[in-house]
């Protein structure tokens, strides 16, 4: 495993490249830190959930709603709710259009999706301009982890890349999921 700080010049690069080369990256978000790797990556998606003890959906990390919107199956009321939703770094779990992202990270012909607010994750998303694939990093049932060395300690021979944020400690992002016209918080 590398281990490189956010402050390092480098480090957006290093992190765009990791996901070229379908690397799995522990990185830091707005509210705690995030396993992930490219949106199409199955082998990575498979190495995740197995570092995870589980096989469920996972949601992805977005620079911008253009980069998902059309992918989405809703009317343009909805997409509006999603925008504003979407502002304060929330998730959102609605349908979409089977084949346009990865099927094996949705569930019931939907896909959960979020645009951090996170300078650094955002100057990472932006330079991609793809969707990756973001989930707590712990095993399913345990706490999430947020500090560094603990990431390293638990995670190092599992991951190939951590990106070092500092402890970071806060609330998971509230989840709204969409239902035909209705919309309501489920976290």
Request: neutral net charge; charged residues 30%; aromatic residues 6%.
């Given at each position: 495993?590398?281990?490189?700080?956010?402050?390092?010049?480098?480090?957006?690069?290093?992190?765009v490249n990791a996901l070229k080369n379908?690397?799995?990256?522990?990185?830091?978000?707005?509210?705690?830190?995030?396993?992930?790797?490219?949106?199409?990556?199955?082998?990575?998606?498979?190495?995740?959930?197995?570092?995870?003890?589980?096989?469920?959906?996972?949601?992805?990390?977005?620079?911008?709603?253009?980069?998902?919107?059309?992918?989405?199956?809703?009317?343009?009321?909805?997409?509006?709710?999603?925008?504003?939703?979407?502002?304060?770094?929330?998730?959102?779990?609605?349908?979409?259009?089977?084949?346009?992202?990865?099927?094996?990270?949705?569930?019931?012909?939907?896909?959960?999706?979020?645009i951090p607010n996170h300078d650094y994750?955002?100057?990472v998303l932006k330079k991609y301009q793809?969707?990756?694939?973001?989930?707590?990093?712990?095993?399913?049932?345990?706490?999430?982890?947020?500090?560094?060395?603990?990431?390293?300690?638990?995670?190092?021979?599992?991951?190939?890349?951590?990106?070092?944020?500092?402890?970071?400690?806060?609330?998971?992002?509230?989840?709204?999921?969409?239902?035909?016209?209705?919309?309501?918080?489920?976290?």
């Amino acid at each position: 495993m590398k281990r490189v700080k956010t402050e390092d010049s480098n480090s957006v690069d290093i992190f765009v490249n990791a996901l070229k080369n379908n690397q799995i990256i522990a990185y830091p978000t707005d509210t705690i830190y995030g396993l992930g790797t490219d949106i199409n990556n199955n082998e990575g998606i498979d190495r995740i959930n197995s570092i995870k003890m589980r096989k469920q959906p996972m949601s992805v990390a977005l620079g911008s709603f253009e980069i998902i919107k059309n992918n989405i199956n809703a009317e343009e009321d909805i997409l509006i709710k999603i925008e504003e939703i979407l502002k304060d770094g929330s998730t959102c779990i609605v349908k979409y259009n089977p084949g346009s992202l990865n099927d094996k990270i949705a569930k019931d012909g939907k896909i959960g999706f979020r645009i951090p607010n996170h300078d650094y994750l955002k100057s990472v998303l932006k330079k991609y301009q793809k969707p990756i694939t973001t989930t707590s990093i712990n095993k399913t049932g345990s706490v999430p982890l947020y500090i560094p060395d603990e990431i390293e300690e638990k995670f190092g021979d599992k991951i190939d890349l951590l990106i070092d944020g500092g402890i970071i400690k806060n609330n998971p992002s509230k989840i709204f999921m969409f239902e035909a016209d209705a919309v309501k918080q489920i976290r």
